[in-house]
């Protein structure tokens, strides 16, 4: 296939951690190094897959990471006040960076929402290139590799978190009430921005209910 480009997102669903959008670019033979590593989109993969998985993808394609850590995430949702077009931030510039890397004609995305949020963030590269969104992009290698590639640094940044706080923080946004109030105990709840997405309704359960648990 011809060579392109592949993005796509990790965290959005997860209260705790960054939202991580990537982009990667495959080409000649790196397809087929990928395809017999096993590479596919990351949600088939178990964590220390995808792990693994992500440093073959890092020593063999051109790639770019964008993190957008939660107090980041949080004033970005407020400015837009809409998370496709917060995603459509996230990948116009993982797509623009990658551009500034390699010469790619055609970029492969998920589909999220309006396609036009997507067009209109990109700037001057990005709107030079074919640009496809679709359902189901993941079974695009270009794209699953993207997904693995966001996927490992979501991971990192939330076990880097974890160290940094000293609570568990859990992947997901449905066993997450506990650790959050672990941390507002320990250290406010002004400082739930720091660790959360606040827009999810978990916060508002995590504040407003009272808690012994310490940290």
């Known amino acids: 296939m011809t060579a392109r480009a592949g993005t796509d997102e990790s965290g959005k669903g997860d209260y705790f951690g960054p939202l991580v959008v990537a982009a990667v670019y495959i080409e000649g033979a790196e397809e087929d190094v990928l395809a017999k590593a096993g590479v596919k989109d990351s949600k088939k993969l178990t964590d220390a897959g995808t792990l693994e998985l992500g440093r073959v993808i890092r020593k063999t394609c051109k790639y770019d990471v964008v993190r957008i850590n ?80 966001a996927r490992e640094a979501f991971l990192l940044e939330l076990e880097s978190m974890s160290k940094r706080y000293g609570i568990r923080f859990p992947k997901g946004a449905t066993v997450v009430e506990h650790a959050g109030r672990m941390f507002v105990n320990a250290y406010g709840a002004d400082r739930l921005s720091e660790v959360a997405k606040l827009h999810f309704k978990t916060t508002k359960r995590i504040i407003g209910k009272p808690s012994a648990d310490k940290a």
């Not at 809409?82 to 004609?105: D, F, S, T």
């Not at 001057?124 to 496809?132: H, N």
Request: glycine share 8%.
């Open 70 to 149: 939660p107090e980041r995430y949080n004033q970005l949702y407020q400015k837009f006040g809409n998370l496709n077009k917060l995603l459509a931030w996230g990948h116009a510039r993982a797509i623009e960076n990658l551009l500034g890397q390699v010469g790619c004609k055609t970029v492969i995305s998920d589909k999220f929402g309006d396609e036009k949020y997507l067009l209109d963030r990109l700037m001057k590269k990005g709107r030079k290139v074919q640009l496809i969104q679709r359902t189901k992009a993941e079974s695009d290698m270009a794209v699953a590799a993207a997904s693995v590639i």
